[in-house]
């Protein structure tokens, strides 16, 4: 199958498990798939990631060491459900320890950012929680600025806000990988 020509055009369900069976055995296919992510065309990017999305939990596990170049790519992304999808596979995976700091402080805007699709907000945020949760100073921090984002925010935001402030005083980790 040509990855490129298929990924080219809408996809559904049934072509995302078809090509899960293509790449489930195959490390090779996988790259060939993730290149394309990385690639220069952000909708062929978009739906591979989210083909990534689809990844058993072991199955995801090959995504590990991409772990650097995943995030380089999000912070440049200019296709919102694209980088949505990227965060989302990113909080699927440990995160580093000490957090790389560029990456915080793209979160730490996102979360943020009003022009940001919500959920991208609510990853940023979420993936902000984990990377500060074991230092004290930066959770204290974070808390902070949960607690001044009040007002007009939506329901998903409100939600994932008010589920890291329960965890911040126990110092609970939100992921689950």
């Avoid at 199958?1 to 055995?25: P, V, W, Y």
Wanted: aromatic share 8%; with cysteine.
């Amino acid at each position: 199958m040509n990855f490129k020509a298929k990924l080219s055009e809408r996809i559904g369900m049934d072509d995302i498990h078809e090509i899960l069976c293509l790449t489930q055995q195959s490390d090779k296919r996988k790259q060939e798939l993730y290149d394309l992510v990385i690639g220069e065309d952000e909708k062929i990017g978009y739906h591979v990631a989210w083909i990534f999305t689809h990844f058993s939990p072991e199955a995801n596990k090959w995504l590990y060491e991409k772990h650097d170049e995943l995030i380089s790519e999000v912070m440049t992304c200019e296709h919102g459900g694209k980088r949505r999808v990227i965060l989302n596979l990113l909080y699927k995976q440990p995160l580093s320890d000490p957090p790389r700091v560029d990456f915080l402080d793209f979160c730490l805007e996102r979360m943020l950012s009003v022009k940001e699709l919500p959920g991208v907000q609510s990853l940023c945020m979420k993936i902000a929680y984990e990377l500060c949760r074991t230092i004290p100073e930066l959770t204290q921090e974070l808390k902070t600025t949960l607690e001044m984002m009040e007002g007009e925010l939506c329901p998903a935001i409100r939600s994932v806000r008010n589920n890291i402030l329960k965890a911040i005083p126990k110092g609970k980790s939100l992921q689950k990988y």
